[in-house]
């Protein structure tokens, strides 16, 4: 069974640009999960999704946005690019949504902002 | 708020050492889960273990084990007889109640097993 997919691997892009990242989930998984991990600062939760909507978002401001297909494959958009934005973008599925359901991650995408 | 610290920043040690990774966190929650993950180089994090907070009982998995106790709010990893191929960055995680899907996840340890 396959795992959870990014795409793509890694992404360069100069500030003031607009990046998209895409997440495919495990079959069956219908929650999808973003995670910022940025040098030495661990992983900070971005967004959660599911059944296609946005249930909840961290501390990140709007330009962060993305999305869930029906088919429950996600995007992540990030607008107007900056520099403190290179990281390594996670993304995370789990069958159902609910306390202490274990994430599983995908290799992530690695965004260079120049 | 919810909150995970994984002191120990990076751990050295020589192949077929013990190690223990620290991790502490607070929460005002009785209900909650805790995680440890491991990120190897390619960047993907694994699921180790997850554990509820009505389970202190402490698990052994081949040569991992986990040492859970309330009472210090701590959730720590030792791993017996180290390998070359344990060599990766291990995160601890809290996840709470309330249906918003909140992880809050330490900043790491970086284990170096050296041959």
């Known amino acids: 069974e396959a795992g959870v997919t990014q795409s793509p691997t890694h992404l360069i892009k100069t500030r003031g640009q607009q990046a998209t990242l895409r997440c495919s989930p495990i079959s069956g998984h219908t929650s999808v999960y973003w995670y910022q991990q940025a040098l030495g600062l661990g992983l900070q939760f971005l967004l959660w999704?599911?059944?296609?909507?946005?249930?909840n978002r961290g501390n990140f401001p709007p330009r962060f946005s993305g999305r869930q297909f029906p088919n429950y494959s996600s995007e992540l958009n990030v607008n107007a690019l900056e520099l403190e934005d290179s990281a390594l973008y996670l993304c995370?599925?789990?069958?159902?949504?609910?306390?202490?359901?274990?994430?599983?991650f995908g290799a992530g995408t690695r965004l260079s902002v120049l | 708020a919810q909150k995970v610290t994984q002191a120990q920043t990076e751990i050295s040690v020589v192949e077929k050492e013990d190690v223990t990774l620290d991790c502490v966190y607070e929460?005002?929650?009785?209900?909650?889960?805790l995680f440890w993950y491991k990120q190897p180089p390619s960047g993907e994090l694994v699921f180790l273990i997850r554990r509820n907070s009505f389970d202190e009982q402490n698990e052994i998995s081949g040569r991992y084990s986990w040492n859970f106790q309330k009472s210090t709010s701590s959730f720590n990893f030792t791993i017996t007889a180290s390998q070359v191929v344990d060599s990766a960055v291990y995160f601890c995680?809290?996840?709470?109640?309330?249906?918003?899907?909140?992880?809050?996840f330490g900043t790491g340890t970086k284990l170096q097993v050296i041959p």
């Open positions: 995370a599925s789990s069958f159902l949504p609910g306390t202490g359901n274990i994430q599983y």
């Open positions: 999704y599911d059944e296609g909507e946005e249930r």
């Open positions: 995680a809290l996840s709470e109640p309330g249906g918003y899907q909140k992880v809050t």
């Open positions: 929460t005002r929650d009785t209900t909650y889960y």
